[in-house]
C-alpha cells in the first residue's frame, strides 16, 4: 500500500471539537472520545475513523448505537454512513500502555504514562481521522490513581481538577488552539517540577515547567535556560510569541526521537533535557539547547501553521531545523556550529541522497511515512531554506516569513505556500529554485578558473550536474547560490566577495582588475549543499586554510588538504605528508584562532567521509592510511601536541566558549599523542580519564583508550561502568564507545554488548547507542567476512516485533551495498535478503529493505 502526494484530497469530515475522557491504567485504559462532525463539500461519503490496536467497546452516532455488525474487523477504519451535514459520534475503546512496545500512542515508560502521538500514533489512542489537516479544539480529562500518577498535564491550559473514589483523581485541560491530532499529548505520573515564568513581548506572563523524576531536577537547569533563550529569540529574530498561559515540557526514557512538539507540552527524549557537567559532555550540552529550541520554535513553525499531509514533513522540520541552527549560532560560534552543521549534512544526508533511499525533501510516495524523518527531510530542507534566506538577504527573509505566518496562521499549509510566501513578501521569483523540493541528488558542481593577463580579468566557468537517483532520471539545472572570493597570490589578500547563482547546467563569471593568477574560494560558507569538483595544489589549500577569512572555507581547505593525503596513500601512492602537517602546525600556533575552531581543524576527516570520495568504498585501505596519516602527525607534532594538552587543562568547569574549546581541542591533541606510539600514551590517556572533572574529558579519554590494545583500556572500561551503575544515559556512553571504537575485535564486541545484562530491545535509546553507533563504524561494520552485517540483520529481525520504528532506523547502513565491492557487496544484499525472508515483517521494516535492495 503505497501512499502517493498527487492522490490528496481533502477531508471529507471535520472535526472542530473533540473530548476525550481517560480512565488511566498502565494495563487497561478506557478511552471515551466524543467527536462533532461537520461535512467538509458535497459529497456522500461515510465518515471514516483511523484505528489500530484499539479495543472497541461501544460507538454511537448522534446517542444511537451504532450496530455491531458495522464495527470493524482489526485495524481497519471505522466507516460511519451519515446523513446530515454535522453530527456527535462517540466511541469507547480500551487500550493496554504497558503492552505498548512501539511507544508510538499511549504507552508506558519508567512509572509514567506518556504518548507519542506524529506521525500517526493517535489512531492507536482512539477512533480519528488521523491526518494533519483535520484541526480540533480538544477538552481533556483525565482520571487515574492518585499515588501512581500525581501529576496529569494534557496540552494547553489546565482548569479544574479534583479528587475522586479509591484514591483516584482527575484533572481536565483545554487547549483554545485548533490543532492535528499528532500534536495531542497526555503525560501521567510521579514527576517533580522546575518551575520558572517568561514575560513575553507583549507583557504575558507564561508559566514555565520542566516534568522529570524527583532526583534528576538538578539536571534540568540547562533546558529552562534555552527554554527562554529560545522565547526571548523567537520575539526578536521572527517576531514570533508564546500564545498559552503555560508551556511545559517533560523528560522520558524511552522515547523513539528526539523529541515532540505538541501544543503547550513537548515531550522529550530524557537525553535532551538532563545534564550536568559530570554526566553529560559538552555535545549533549549543546543537543539539549539545540532540541529544546527546536520543539519551542515548532510552536509557530508546526504547530500555529502545521502541514496539510505528511509529504509536507520539510515544511515544518527542514525550516525549524534552520531555526535552531541559526539560534544556536547566535548562542555560541557561529563558525564552529556551521562546521558541524556541515558534517552532519555530509555524514548523514549525502549517502542517504547517493544511496536506494534517496528522496526528494518533499517525497512523492511512501509506504510508512515514519521511514521519512530523514536527514534529507530535515538537514537538507534546513539547506534549502537557508538558500532562501542567502538568497534574499535578511531583511528580505523576514518579510517572507512574516507573510508565511500571517497567511497561514491556523492553517495545515504547504511546501509550495511556503515559497509563494517567499516570493510575495520577499520580492523575488522562485520558478527554478523549486526543483529543490522535487530533485533528490547531491548536485555536483566542477569549478574551473582561468586567468587573462592581458585584460587583467579572471574568469571562473562552472557547470553544474545532478546525479540519477532511484525513480530520477535527465534532472534539470538547480539554482545554486556559490558565495565566491578571489584572493591574490601574492600578497594573500582577498580581492573580491560575490555570490554567485548558478542555474544553469554551465556558465562563466568574470572578474575584472585581477592582476595576477588568483586563487579561489567557492562555497565559502557551505552556501549550497552541492559537492565542488576542482583540482587545487596542496599549496593552494594550505594556502586557503591558514588565511581565508572565511572559517568554513578555511576548515573546508584543511579538510581537503588531508582528504588528499588519503586518497594517496590509499591508492599506494609515495606519501609526503609536508603540507598536511604543516598545516596542523599552523592552526596548532594561530593566537588568532579559538580553541573549538583550531580542534575542527585539526581532526582528520571520518571513515565514512573519506569512503564517501571513493568510486568504491575499501573500509580497510582507508582505516589504515588514516591511522598511519595520524601517528605521522602526531609524532611530527609530538612536542607541540603535549603543549596543547597541556595548556588546555582546567582547574575548575565553566560552559563559556572559550572553556568547551580548550576541552575539544584537549582530547583531539591526546588522540594525537596516543597516535603517535609515545609509551606514555595510555598513561596520560588514563591520567584525563581519572583526572576529569566533567564527562567531556572523561569520555573524551575514554573513547581514546577504547581504540587501543592496553591494559589502561579494560580497567577505563570497568572503572566508567562501576561508576555510573544506574545511571542509564551515562551507561549509553559506555555502551557507545565500546560500539564506536576501532579495536580489531569491535564486531565480537558488540555481539557481547547485546547480550549484557544492560543490554534491552525496549529502550531505543540503548539501542542506538550499541547498533547505531556500531552501523556508524564504518571499519568494523563492513568486517570482510560478514559478521557485521549478520550482527546487524538479527537485530532488526529481534527488534521488529517489539519496536518497528526503531528497527526500520537500523536498516540504511546495509542498503550502502551499491557502494562496496565484493565480497562485502553480495554478504549485504544477503542480510538483506534474510532480513525480507521473515514473515510478518512491519512496514517500516519491509519498505527499507526492500527499497534497499532494489535502489
Ligand atoms: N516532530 C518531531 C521533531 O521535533 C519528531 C517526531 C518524530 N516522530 C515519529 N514518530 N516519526 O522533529
Ligand atoms: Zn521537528
Redesign the pocket.
Known sequence: PVIRREDYRAPDWLVPDISLDFTLDTDRTIVTARLSVTRNGAHDRPLLLDGEALELLSVSVDGVPLPRDQWPQGDAPLSIPLPGATHNIETIVAISPARNSQL?GLYASGGLLCT?C??E?FRRITYFPDRPDVLSRYSVRMEADKALYPVLLSNGDPVESGAGDNGRHWARWNDPFPKPCYLFALVAGDLACNADSFTTMSGRQVKLGIWVRESDLPRTQHAMKALKDSMGWDERVYGREYDLDVFNIVAVADF??????NKGLNIFNSRYILVDPETATDLDFDAVEG?VA??YF?NWS?NRVTCRDWFQLSL??GF?VYRDQCFSADMGSEAVKRIEDVRTLRAAQFPEDAGPLAHPIRPESYME??NF?TATI?NKGAEIIRMMATLLGHERFRRGTDLYFSTHDGEAATCEDFVKAMEDGGGIYLAQFRLWYSQAGTPRVAAVLSHDAESQSATLTLSQSVPDTPGQVNKAPMVLPLRTALFDRQSGKRIEERLLVLDGAEQSFMFEGVRAAPMLSINRGFSAPVIVDMHRSPDELAFLAASDDDPFARYEAMQLLMLGALTEAIAGGEADNGAVIDAVRTALSNPALDDAFIAEAVRLPGEAYVGDQMALVDPDAIHVAREALMGEIGRALLPLWREVHARTARDAFSLAGADKGARKLRTVALGYIVASGAEDGPALAYAQYEGAHNMTERQGALAVLASIDCAERSQALADFYARYAGDALVLDKWFQTQALAFHPDTVEIVAQLGKHPDFTLSNPNRVRAVYGAFGANQWAFHSADGAGYALMADLILALDPVNP?TAARMVPPLGRHRRFAEPRAGRMRAALEQILAQSGLSKDVTEQVSKSLAG
Open positions: 508510538m507519542q506524529e506521525a500514533g523513539n526521537f528526539g523529541a515532540m512538539e532540541v527546536h520543539e515548532h508546526g515544518k522540520e525549524t511515512i515514519s524523518y530535515y520504528q
